[in-house]
């Protein structure tokens, strides 16, 4: 499935940079243009690295202890992007001259993205100049640009000079928050290189100590070496070709990275194509797992299928790193992995490709250790804090109560250890990692709350929605700390966990402890209204005077004091509804239902977390036109840029989130200890709804019919409730 | 009375600098050595003029909205107190050679410090130096060093050379949150120049634009001018002397401050002992009307001048600024104004100076356009919100949950209208700034708070203890805004200021409104343990454990992060036992005496404004042993560094907060609606405590005498109960 954008539009370059952009788990490299643009067109011009990162200071106001004053970065590496064109003595550039026509085309099946231009030169000379572009999933150090020119309507002479830059810096917009306010340089090239006609960049990070090698290595069809660059003879309908072949390797995987790196540049001995081939297998792979089909709306069905790629562009090749908030197709939150990674991406991966899902567990495990000295730092006598926002494990967030103070990261974790143990049965993973970060994250919650008139409550903390911050007994987070010590209990007792839970010292007081307090788990409940208050003092307060709030003062958090702004009922995004989405258990479904009704009347979905969410849980309640509204919106969040940053990067929290409100939204999909079921509610224009799990290592195909005012699963009718998937088919 | 210390030092310089400082209100001089210090020993040599500022960056972690991220800061002037003395040869200096006598003394009915050394230098001469220096209080553009040499075994040659220098930074610690984190250049140099035989330095601060121009001048017996100095033969036993006469002027006073200051500099032609003579006269009329006698304790009592002698060198010349938290004693908390003003330093200074009271609130007036933009700015629709830190009225605090949050500021100038009215019954100053104050304060009341279940709340705001942040329904602070409105009401109504009120636009609803909200304002009360919870949610919070905490993590701010210690009841110092010493018509004396008693449970005190409030509370409630232990460590804070920071700078509000707890908790002091009175409690140790107050315009001592259990005031006898002082003699 191909999505592309015909038609050369010089407003949107930062836009479209971000959604061609090639990236495969380790590499991401946004979809620049080779020869630039010209002065007074902004870029992001860039290149990352899954855990790539430097240390950059970020001093505090007032810096009162404990207050993080530095940071991580994630940073732009030496640029291979760079190729330019002279077609006759005449700098190529659609700037100039004419695109008479202009295309962008991303295929999702072959893996790559193409960019093709007819191109009149200012003194008319025409040339079609077609460009490939593909991260390699399968050998994720390799990214290669197929640089192909054909002349169309002239003689002459063709020149291409193809570069590797490493003098880079990292990108900064002081007006927003959510992206570093400096430009920074965060390299510095150490050493440039030419071996056996590949040219070498190696660079390293000003503090963190990490060094980054680039090569870059050329095949051309119909143009030869010449001075520092390549020249051809241009004949009217005869292609020219330069296959840039470029990798990419780190010294946080890599001990010698100009070694390593020239090992990796064997690439250039096989052909493109078997590069392109083994790329279309790789995806053919993924879709036949991955792929969720809507019958009766292509659109939604495209922004699907978008969104899916993006999340396996997203998603980490290795443990080194989580996935970033913004994947590794820009700067935006400086590269820093949240929640997004275990609550929005983790569930859709989870489902289809458990080995990822595994691979973003094990970072959590790999970066416990900072987690428990991060506990003990802030004053806690025992557990695990995991960071608010981090690459390397440590916390970077500068104003805690919208961060550090967002405990629920911890739970957020905990609940994604849960849910692939429900979904793999992995008891290996269990033994050497899970139980292991299910009781350190237990232990912080015993740590953090007290019993106050017998119930267990959780004070001072901030729950998922950032527009009410350190509050008592956020129901979110007691929700989830709840799930958490009453699974960490369960597991450590769980035959085949036992030696595990043994040898990490695990006592019987303690889980006696973990049970007592998650049974007694204060839950805030009102009565009157019939809803669970998101905290102690939410429904105490004023509703924000959305009537005289202009539409231009939305965002809210770029137009009031933080201060002002938690004195309101008014939610920035899903929160006791995110918790009646994973934890439905937990509330009457009129409790659910009332909840609903009335946090939408207070949230202005400021997040891109938000919508998908409020489908899911609408669609669960059978408000179909509702949740038909929400998903659209959330579908199509990156492709309509309707947040107006999808330039620093996508949003793969939004796009997790838009798979999960399909498949435990439309689909019902749930997973727990007995097992797999559905009670799917299409939205009225879905003919039908198709997609594949696999769970326990089976691969099971679920489709979804309409059957009358009902649906079929599998042919299987359902009659409106809740059918197993282990009692269908096949 | 003088306080004096004896002996050569080294390791208390700082803090000696600070206790030494002279100040007048306009200008401060640390008491830094003339000749500096060897290398190694650090000082923190500085010059201050109130309300003369520099904006400083101040960069936010997470620039969120409504951030503060510029601040003032208080700046180091030219240095004008050097001056270098070689006798035969030899540098004074006592860390070389021989300090044979040492001695500091603060002479403060004089009103001014001396330093004498009997030295010897390393080849064996010796000489007696004196230096004798004076902030004058009369013409506050004056300081003076009388710097006289008496040779004492030798003939020779005395050199000296007198400095000023332009070329100075601000001092900085990058380890304590109180004091700027680095060392900073805030003023160039613009002009040096000799007029008349005296030198000028024009130097200009690098970002607020404000000016300063000092002038130095002198006058010599037995010296005469010689190169860059001074030469004169010693003689023993006769005397030299140098004369240094500094003047200082600022932009924000005059606006050629060259030309100010050349005139300023006519002070030369008056003989310094004229100038002496009018410090003693004016300080004789000072301690007339200011003067505390404590009978039967002599260290007490030397304190007690010494608290009250600091805070009228700390309080403010004219309106341009506030009394600043340290004065004008050093750097500490960059030379802002916080509450300390209003709450602590104001009450004493009301009583015995209220010329002084009234230029203080008429600074928070002509600042009130800047707080009526800051609440707009946050997003208030009405009303004015004070800065909680600032020199020019603009908001500096950079972490605002223990900063811009604590609204109670508004509260407290509200306050502090209100009893200046009292004791001055002002009309004037009511009809042209203090009704406008109230009306601005009550008015950011009602839109801050709101009404639920019929009883008026007040969200989201931080009280005096600044270990409980971003809380709903602070006691201190509703109580507060509870008096602010009622006597904004009030005072609109009262005959004398209904045409100010008129002129204001104040609507009779609107009056209306501020009844009744204060009517419905809910003022937290727990029923089981009988007291007022410091907010909706601080019982519910388990206690600090005191037990398990070493003497070593003390003050906690140093050593926990903040939202760790948010979770807990402790708390930094007096908030609803300040709220009951200063509205103790809000509660029963029982609710009183057990919020006393539970609060001092949890109270570290690790704020210096803290013991006071609990002394004065003590001292009602005739718990005196607690009083009078409180007391003695209050009045001795800074003589005995016993926070660990009077180097940089004096802790005024404990100053004043000290002299308060001595009126209002021993001597029972009370002003009202209908007149003054006296319910007096001593210590034990005192055997009579005599001050004076100006109540109306009327000068009045009070005398307090032991008599048999009870107390008599000038001769009646109280029987513990409470009497009118104007029923009272003369």
């Not at 760079?82 to 999702?108: C, N, T, V």
């Not at 690459?391 to 849910?419: F, L, R």
Request: charged share 20%.
């Amino acid at each position: 499935m191909i999505y592309s954008i015909k038609g050369f539009d010089k407003t949107k370059l930062k836009l479209h940079e971000t959604l061609f952009h090639n990236a495969n788990g380790y590499l991401g490299v946004r979809s620049c243009f080779e020869e630039g643009y010209p002065e007074g067109f902004g870029t992001i011009r860039g290149m990352y690295v899954s855990g790539v990162y430097n240390i950059a200071e970020m001093p505090q106001a007032e810096p009162l202890y404990g207050f993080v004053d530095k940071k991580q970065a994630v940073v732009n590496i030496a640029d291979a992007q760079g190729i330019e064109l002279y077609i006759d003595g005449e700098r190529f550039s659609p700037f100039d001259g004419e695109a008479l026509e202009f295309e962008r085309a991303l295929d999702m099946e072959a893996g790559v993205t193409c960019r093709r231009i007819h191109w009149r030169s200012p003194r008319g000379k025409e040339a079609e100049v077609l460009i490939k572009r593909m991260a390699s999933f399968v050998k994720p150090s390799l990214f290669t640009i197929e640089y192909c020119v054909t002349p169309l309507n002239f003689s002459g002479e063709i020149r291409v000079i193809s570069g590797l830059n490493g003098h880079v810096t990292n990108h900064g917009n002081p007006g927003d928050p959510r992206v570093a306010s400096e430009r920074r340089r965060h390299m510095d090239v150490q050493d440039e290189l030419v071996i056996d006609g590949v040219d070498y960049v190696v660079s390293a990070t000003s503090r963190s100590g990490i060094k980054v090698c680039v090569g870059a290595g050329h095949k051309t069809r119909g143009l030869a070496r010449s001075g520092p660059g390549f020249i051809g003879i241009a004949k009217p309908g005869v292609a020219l070709v330069l296959e840039k072949y470029v990798v990419v390797v780190d010294s946080r995987r890599h001990k010698d990275v100009l070694k390593a790196a020239q090992k990796e540049m064997q690439a250039l001995k096989s052909e493109l194509s078997s590069h392109y081939d083994a790329q279309k297998a790789y995806l053919a792979d993924f879709w036949e797992r991955s792929a969720m089909e809507i019958e009766g709306n292509g659109d939604l069905n495209l922004a699907m299928r978008f969104n899916l790629y993006q999340l396996l562009q997203s998603a980490p090749e290795d443990s080194v790193c989580g996935m970033a908030a913004k994947g590794l197709s820009g700067e935006g939150y400086e590269g820093h992995c949240f929640w997004d990674g275990e609550m929005f991406a983790f569930p859709a991966l989870l489902l289809t490709q458990p080995e990822i899902a595994r691979k973003m567990l094990m970072f959590r495990y790999n970066t416990l250790n900072a987690a428990i000295e991060n506990a003990r730092f802030i004053g806690h006598k025992n557990g695990a804090l995991f960071p608010w926002r981090t690459i390397n494990g440590t916390e970077c967030s500068g104003y805690y109560p919208s961060g550090a103070a967002q405990y629920h990261i911890n739970g957020d974790i905990g609940y994604a250890v849960v849910q692939y143990w429900l979904v793999s049965g992995d008891v290996e993973f269990m033994q050497n990692a899970g139980l292991e970060l299910l009781l350190q994250i237990s232990r912080l919650w015993l740590d953090t709350g007290h019993y106050h008139n017998g119930r267990f409550m959780i004070n001072g903390v901030t729950g998922p929605d950032e527009y009410t911050c350190m509050v008592n007994n956020n129901y979110y987070t007691n929700a989830l700390a709840k799930h958490n010590m009453r699974w960490t209990a369960k597991l450590a007792e769980t035959a085949g966990l036992a030696s595990a839970a043994e040898s990490l010292g695990i006592r019987g007081e303690e889980l006696k402890a973990f049970r007592q307090a998650a049974e007694a788990m204060y839950l805030p409940y009102d009565k009157n209204l019939g809803i669970n208050p998101q905290d102690d003092s939410f429904l105490q307060k004023p509703v924000w005077d959305f009537g005289n709030t202009p539409p231009s003062h939305y965002p809210l958090l770029l137009h009031y004091h933080p201060m002002h702004l938690y004195r309101f009922q008014v939610c920035k995004q899903a929160d006791v509804v995110m918790a009646h989405f994973i934890l439905e258990d937990e509330q009457s479904r009129e409790t659910m239902e009332k909840s609903f009704l009335y946090y939408e009347k207070v949230t202005t979905h400021d997040s891109s977390l938000s919508k998908p969410i409020f489908c899911a849980v609408a669609a669960k309640l059978g408000v179909m036109n509702k949740a038909t509204g929400y998903f659209k919106d959330s579908a199509n969040l990156d492709l309509r840029d309707s947040h107006g940053n999808t330039s620093d990067g996508i949003h793969t929290a939004n796009m997790g989130g838009t798979c999960m409100a399909a498949l435990f939204g439309f689909a019902g999909l749930r997973i727990n200890d007995e097992g797999i079921s559905l009670e799917p509610r299409l939205p009225p224009d879905w003919q039908g709804f198709t997609f594949r799990i696999m769970y326990r290592g089976e691969l099971r195909e679920v489709r979804i019919t309409r059957d009358g005012k009902g649906c079929a699963v599998n042919g299987v009718k359902t009659d409106g409730g809740r059918v197993s998937l282990r009692h269908l088919s096949p």
